[in-house]
Each structure stands twice: as structure tokens, then as C-alpha cells.
């Protein structure tokens, strides 16, 4: 079992529709950092955070650490976040664990 | 700023050959990483170094080793290349953590990734 489970692992959706990815960790974590990977490799990071609520444009990541359980919203999608989103977590073990990815298509 | 930088882009390898992927960043970090992606998987942690001069093991070090002599570059050497190590490489670099030790808990800056396969 991974320590970082994302779903879905593939969303497809209409230019302009709410997105939501999701994020559930099964160890106690320093921090949970959402990353994009744009289809040419390159991984750029989003949000770093360890509780509450943070937004960045049409972007808003949420975590509750209770439920060990972040979300990732997109707001008005746009065909350029077709991307695949990442979580990842730096564990209070001292270790960094990634989920396998949801990969993301906006479609016009 | 250039960020991290990670070269090769692509390299191909026969089994048992010998190479380094380097990695350099202007950031003045004192934590870097070397990670590697294989379809379908997430990124697993190769090694680490939380300064210059200080290297530890990851999830996946076998097959691996890396130094750190200066805060900017961190190279990972692959002694005798095998199938199993094609990949995607990545490094990534993260300022000083906070208040918590080890793992820095800060954003990561990742380089643009080394693509290797080895037949």
C-alpha cells in the first residue's frame, strides 16, 4: 500500500468545469506539497502546506489533517492545466513519499 | 536565475557502461535530491544531502552514489548501468528547513529531469 493515494488517476474535463483531485496519506506529515508535471517533464511546485486552506489564482488546495486528506481544486479549468497533478508529503519520519500522479485533460 | 539545472536531457547506455547526471543550482539551497520516475509510479527518492560535504540514502540508493563538495552541485553517479535503472532522473533542490530537523519541509525546485535508458 502507498503511503500517498491520489484519485482519480485520470480526469478528463470541459474547458470552463470545477476540478477536484484528491489526496489521502496514511503517515503523520511535517507537510503536503501539490506539484504539477506539464507534458513536456518538468515538475514545478504549487503549494506547500500543513493545514487550513491556501489559493493561487484559480487554484486552491485544502488539507485536513484530522482526516489525513487533501484536495486540490481548479476553478474556470483552461485546456493549459492539462497537466498531471503530483502530491507528495514530507513525513515526520523524515521522508518524502509521492502519489502516482492524476493526470489531468481541459478539453476546448 | 537559472534554477536547477540538470544535464544530460537524454542519454541511452549499454548494460554495465558508466555515467554521471549532473545537477547544479544558483539558489544557494542546502538541500538537494535526486529522484527517479518509472511509468506509473511515483517519484522515489535516490539520495539526498542536507549540505555540503553531508549525503544519506534514500528509498532506492542500490546502484547509485552521489557526493556533494560544493552547496551547488550535487552529481549521481551510475557505476555499472543496468536495465532496471532506465528512468526518468530528477533533482531538485529546497531552501533551509524550518523548525522541524531532517527533511526540509520547504517547496522543492526541481530541474527539468534526464531521461536514461539503458539496453
Known amino acids: 500500500k502507498n503511503e500517498v493515494e491520489q484519485s482519480p488517476q485520470n480526469l478528463t474535463a470541459q474547458e470552463g468545469e470545477f476540478i477536484t483531485i484528491n489526496c489521502s496519506y496514511s503517515?503523520?506529515?511535517?507537510?503536503l506539497h501539490w506539484l504539477q508535471q506539464h507534458p513536456g517533464g518538468g515538475i514545478v511546485s504549487l503549494f506547500m502546506l500543513s493545514s487550513g486552506k491556501k489559493k493561487h489564482g484559480r487554484l486552491i488546495a485544502t488539507i485536513n489533517i484530522q482526516e489525513k486528506h487533501s484536495s486540490l481544486h481548479i476553478t474556470a479549468s483552461h485546456p493549459r492545466d492539462s497537466a498531471v497533478y503530483i502530491c507528495?508529503?514530507?513525513?515526520?519520519?523524515?521522508?518524502?513519499?509521492f502519489g502516482t500522479g492524476t493526470s489531468l485533460t481541459v478539453i476546448p | 536565475n537559472a534554477g536547477v539545472t540538470q544535464t544530460p536531457k537524454f542519454r541511452i547506455l549499454k548494460i554495465g557502461q558508466s555515467m554521471t547526471l549532473q545537477c547544479t543550482q544558483d539558489m544557494n539551497h542546502n538541500y538537494m535530491y535526486w529522484y527517479r520516475q518509472d511509468p506509473g509510479m511515483g517519484l522515489k527518492l535516490i539520495y539526498y544531502?542536507?549540505?555540503?560535504?553531508?549525503?544519506d540514502k534514500g528509498e532506492v540508493p542500490n546502484g547509485y552514489n552521489v557526493s556533494r563538495s560544493t552547496t551547488e552541485d550535487f552529481p549521481l553517479r551510475l557505476e555499472l548501468a543496468a536495465p532496471s535503472q532506465t528512468s526518468v532522473y530528477f533533482c531538485?533542490?529546497?531552501?533551509?528547513?524550518?523548525?522541524?530537523?531532517?527533511?526540509?519541509?520547504?517547496?522543492?525546485?526541481f530541474g527539468d529531469g534526464t531521461r536514461l535508458s539503458i539496453l
Open positions: 503517515v503523520g506529515i511535517s507537510a
Open positions: 507528495a508529503v514530507s513525513s515526520t519520519g523524515n521522508q518524502f513519499y
Open positions: 531538485a533542490s529546497s531552501p533551509n528547513p524550518g523548525q522541524i530537523a531532517g527533511y526540509s519541509n520547504q517547496p522543492q525546485h
Open positions: 544531502s542536507v549540505g555540503a560535504g553531508i549525503t
